[in-house]
């Protein structure tokens, strides 16, 4: 339940800092301030939608920043989760070879005699 609470924040966090980077006007204020066709500070939402833009960006940065640390420190868990089905669990254990007993022959990679038989 808590994972999936955080994930809801993390997503919403994320579309929501997209946006609000995208409204934010440059330091030259777009292709108007390279020509020189004023503008300045204004935009389509006033001159102090900057500042607000600017305090909505560092919130939800830091928000992302969070929720990627807490997913960190948590992890679904149940019968179909990722935690349930590692790799390293299942890897099957050997045992041990005995002092008198024959190494185990390693089969030779495929295609290793074909270099012989090519350079003849």
């Given at each position: 339940m808590l994972f999936m609470i955080v994930a809801f924040v993390h997503v919403v966090a994320c579309i929501l800092l997209v946006v609000?980077?995208?409204?934010q006007s440059g330091k030259?204020?777009?292709l108007?301030?390279?020509f020189g066709m004023g503008g300045g500070g204004q935009t389509i939402f006033g001159a102090r939608a900057g500042d607000v833009l600017t305090r909505a960006t560092t919130v939800l940065a830091v928000t992302f920043v969070v929720t990627c640390l807490i997913f960190t420190r948590i992890r679904p868990t149940g019968?179909?989760?990722v935690a349930s089905r590692s790799v390293v669990t299942k890897?099957?254990?050997?045992?041990?070879?005995?002092?008198?007993a024959a190494p185990v022959p390693v089969p030779a990679a495929p295609g290793a005699g074909d270099?012989?038989?090519?350079?003849k």
């Open positions: 609000a980077v995208l409204l030259d204020a777009g108007s301030g390279a019968a179909g989760s890897v099957p254990q050997q045992p041990a070879a005995s002092k008198g270099a012989k038989q090519i350079a």
